[in-house]
């Protein structure tokens, strides 16, 4: 037998048995590659498996979200509302809270317009608030939204070491004239 390589033990066997077991061992190697596509098709299905599974060992499951209610509120999780003027004395009704009355892991803030000044800008913020009195802006955008067509914005995550109080909403109609009587819908899901 050859044997410096390894490659000359190999081929001596084969051809040692008039060249029918390399032909034999050929035919099992192109068969073998012929099946290797069907083998992995089935394979990857179960190769999939792991990355559905979190740290937990359990299968992830859809987020589930549930709507806040807001302070003062009727009982309905969406609140109406109109631009108005601001005023020298007294609040403006630019500010919504809705409570969170237990952990979130992210929070998702919506917005719809009911009726647009197509030339007017409306100033859109949100905040987390905390119940240490501190409050993280999320969101600060200037829009000119279509008429009944809503936004998400977030999620958001839950800011760790912090125990979220509130979510604040705020449409002001800033120094546009044209923003005055806005009509809009918002709401505000807390989501694990």
């Given at each position: ?31 073998a590659a012929t099946r290797m596509p069907l083998m992995l ?49 007294g609040k403006t009704n630019w500010n919504t809270d809705f ?94």
């Amino acid at each position: 037998m050859d044997g410096a390589d390894g490659r000359g033990e190999i081929v001596s066997v084969f051809s040692g048995h008039g060249g029918q077991a390399f032909s034999t061992f050929q035919q099992r190697l192109t068969i073998a590659a012929t099946r290797m596509p069907l083998m992995l098709s089935r394979l990857l299905p179960l190769l999939a498996v792991p990355l559905l599974i979190g740290s937990t060992g359990v299968a992830s499951t859809a987020q589930t979200c549930r709507f806040l209610q807001p302070i003062g509120g009727t009982g309905s999780p969406i609140v109406a509302k109109s631009v108005g003027a601001g005023r020298i004395f007294g609040k403006t009704n630019w500010n919504t809270d809705f409570i969170v009355d237990q952990p979130y892991s992210s929070f998702k803030f919506f917005f719809t317009a009911n009726s647009s000044d197509a030339n007017a800008t409306y100033p859109v913020e949100a905040f987390m608030k905390f119940t240490d009195g501190t409050s993280l802006q999320v969101v600060n955008e200037s829009m000119k939204p279509p008429i009944g067509r809503g936004r998400m914005f977030g999620p958001f995550p839950a800011i760790p070491g912090k125990q979220a109080s509130q979510m604040n909403f705020k449409v002001g109609a800033s120094n546009d004239p044209g923003a005055l009587g806005f009509s809009y819908r918002i709401s505000v899901q807390g989501c694990n």
